[in-house]
């Protein structure tokens, strides 16, 4: 989890380093203050920079925005196709691992994971922004492809449906149970072990088992 520096890390502009201390201070106040709780100018301050020093490579609080939430994503990616792993041993077990990534994901990188859903910058902000987007949701979606091909060919669901009630699922229950922080709603049991249960339901009304069921 991202959390505040002490001072003495803290660093102004030097060697061409600003936009990495831009990010790491926005990724410090989106866990303080929420994603859209801080300016660009308070990022500069914690960063220890005039507050006309983040325009040497964002326009605005958007871009910087857009910026943390494209390394969410690649970093989300990267998490999603290490627990897929190709879909080995098997699909099912493999799938099972993409949805608790997804909430470890939400939980141990709150600060990101805002940026990503919360902060509302569209996708559009940056080219580098849709495709990390759409890099992430193309793992989930072929993830549920291998899953779809363990069904006879007549009774497989179309992928695109099935990636996007997933991905609800799994962002809800992370939204709501998996968060770091004071939002989080208490259960009787872990918000992977909630989302597990959920999966296994929607997944058995599509007529998908666990190998051997």
């Not at 608790?100 to 902000?125: C, K, N, R, W």
Request: net charge neutral; hydrophobic share 45%; with cysteine.
């Amino acid at each position: 989890m991202i959390g505040r520096r002490p001072d003495s890390e803290r660093r102004g502009y030097h060697h061409g380093n600003l936009k990495e201390e831009l990010v790491k201070a926005a990724l410090e106040l989106i866990t303080e203050k929420g994603a859209n709780g801080f300016t660009v100018a308070e990022a500069a301050r914690l960063a220890g920079v005039s507050p006309t020093a983040p325009y040497r490579h964002y326009r605005d609080k958007v871009e910087l925005m857009a910026d943390v939430a494209t390394r969410g994503f690649q970093a989300f990616e990267a998490a999603q196709s290490r627990a897929w792993n190709e879909g080995k041993p098997n699909a099912w077990a493999a799938f099972q691992r993409l949805g608790q990534t997804y909430i470890a994901f939400a939980h141990e990188q709150p600060a990101y994971y805002s940026a990503m859903f919360e902060a509302g910058v569209p996708l559009d902000a940056s080219p580098e922004l849709r495709l990390a987007a759409d890099r992430s949701f193309q793992m989930l979606r072929a993830a549920c492809e291998g899953l779809i091909a363990t069904l006879p060919a007549g009774r497989r669901p179309p992928a695109l449906m099935m990636a996007l009630h997933v991905w609800a699922m799994s962002h809800g229950v992370a939204a709501l149970f998996g968060r770091a922080d004071a939002g989080r709603r208490s259960l009787p049991m872990s918000a992977a072990e909630l989302l597990e249960a959920n999966m296994l339901i929607y997944l058995q009304g599509l007529g998908l088992s666990a190998p051997g069921n």
